[in-house]
Structure formats: structure tokens, C-alpha cells
């Protein structure tokens, strides 16, 4: 048996039941006509390819563990283990990847103890380093795992401010399991240069450019898509950080003075 870290009993009353049981009936259609892919198109029957990298899968390991389901994630395991490839030509957003597959990998290592979701998280976000290589140090939305190159996405210039200051819980648990400060480093420089630019009342605009390191300047300021998350992640990494570092409590507060922490 695979050592887990944490325990779990499963689910422990009706309503939880029912929850396992529609995840096992989403899981089983996944694993019928979708396995490895990235997402199952239920009406069609049919795969849907993103990044190439075994979204639905990774995003499901940990709640497996959580679920008492030992069948179905010892099989996606073993698929971490022996088909998920990180050497795809696909252009990849360094967003989703971070949040769904590193934060997925790292989640059920965490969960597992089991050290192949370590040394895939580790080669996932070497792969992702590039990204981070502009002349600002704001990274670019996207990036190449192969060549390990980043560059704005096709449709803009700039990249997303939500994006660029959403990644930094899953670099900094990596450097802190590794000991390994590359990955923390390079997502603290974005929340400081971030921190650093003006802003309207603690409220930021969606965009920003990774090359000037500046908000575009025509940009809009919402709560909504693109900027959301900013805020959310703010308070996160005060507490991340053991509630350490003052200006992301800062600014935090002043983002949201009706909700002073």
C-alpha cells in the first residue's frame, strides 16, 4: 500500500455519500471516453485536448485520497507515473497550469507523501521557469514546457494581473519542500513589483505587460475575471507566510476596507 500521510475514513453519512457517488459516476464516464486528457465532452461522448496534460486527472487525485476511493487513484497514479509527459509542444497558460497541475501534484503529495508527484512537480515548474524571463520580471501568460520559453498570448499583448499574482502559494510550497528558493524567488519579485505600482484605492487594472512591468494604462478595473483572484491571494500569502510579510496585509486592507485584517 501506497503510505499516506493523513487519514481518511470516507464518507460517513448519506450526504456524503451522495457526493462520492456523483463523482465516481463523473470519474467513470472520464475514465471510459477520456482517460488522460485533459477534459471528457459528456454530451459527444469525447476528449478534449488543452494543455495535453491530464487536467481532469491531476485535479482529481486529491479528492480521491480525501474520498477513500483507493481503486481509482492508485490507477490515476500510475498514470501520473507513467504517462503524463511535460515535454509537450503545446503552449501552455502558466495560470491554469500552475493552479490545476502543480497545485494538483503538490496537494496530493502533501496528502500521499508518495515522491512521484514531488519529481513531476519539480520538472513541471523548471519547465515553467521561462515564463518568468521578461525583462520585468512579471511573467509572461504563457509558456512552451518544451522549450521551456515564455511569451504573451496570441491575443494580447499583456498578460492577465489576476493571473501573474495567482501562482505564488504553489511556487512558494515547492520551494519550501525542496529547499530550493528559485520558485519563491520569482514569484515574490511579481507580488513586490505589483506592490509597487500605483493603484485606485488598493484596486488594480486587469492587464499588465510583462516587459514594461506596467498596468496597461487604458485598462479596466473590475472585481470580476482577470483581477478577481489578486485580491483573494493577497491574504493567502499573509497567511502562507505565517503572517510575516506587512504589505500584502496592506494591501489587502486596502483593497477592502470593510474587511480589515
Sequence with gaps: ALPICLQFSGPQNERQKAVVDAFKHAWQGYRTYAWG???LRPISKTQ???FDLG???IDSLDTMLVMGLTEEYTEARDWVESDLKLTTE????LFETTIRVLGGLLSTYHLSQDKVFLEKATELADRMMGAFDSVSGIPFSD???RSRTGHSPKWSPDSSTSEVTTIQLEFRDLSRITGNPKYEDAVSRVSEKVHALEKTMGLVPIFINANTGKFRQ?????MGARGDSYYEYLLKQWLQTGKSIEYL????NLSDRKSVV
Design 90 to 93: 503545446k503552449d501552455v497558460n
Design 249 to 252: 496585509r496592506e494591501d489587502y
Design 218 to 222: 487604458s485598462s479596466t478595473i473590475t
Design 37 to 39: 486528457k485533459d477534459h
Design 55 to 57: 487536467l481532469t486527472l
Design 48 to 50: 478534449q485536448t488543452w
Design 143 to 145: 509558456v512552451n514546457l
